[in-house]
């Protein structure tokens, strides 16, 4: 993984937490950091303790959340934001 020396502990940070959403997509983080998914995997090994990584192969393994070509959905926001956003108490001026 060559473009791990470019990256600063933030950006590493940034990547184990989306990689750890079961709703981020690899997709989403090939865009924004340009790193495919074995990439993300190989960082999730070097980073995380391996009892941890190996919770996490085993959750994300086949998940079509993490997956956009087997995800129906396509959303990247929560299923209850609408309900959020609708709240009347952050319209109040």
């Known amino acids: 993984m060559k473009k791990e020396l470019s990256m600063n502990s933030a950006d590493i940070d940034r990547i184990i937490e989306m990689a750890w959403e079961d709703?981020?997509?690899f997709d989403a983080i090939m865009r924004q950091f340009l790193l495919t998914e074995q990439d993300v995997i190989e960082l999730m090994r070097k980073e995380m303790k391996l009892s941890s990584f190996k919770m996490w192969r085993k959750r994300v393994q086949g998940r079509s959340?993490?997956?956009m070509a087997q995800n129906v959905d396509h959303r990247f926001k929560?299923?209850?934001q609408r309900n959020?956003?609708?709240n009347k108490i952050s319209k109040r001026k």
């Open 65 to 67: 959340t993490k997956h």
């Open 78 to 80: 929560c299923s209850r």
């Open 84 to 86: 959020i956003t609708g």
């Open 23 to 25: 709703r981020t997509p």
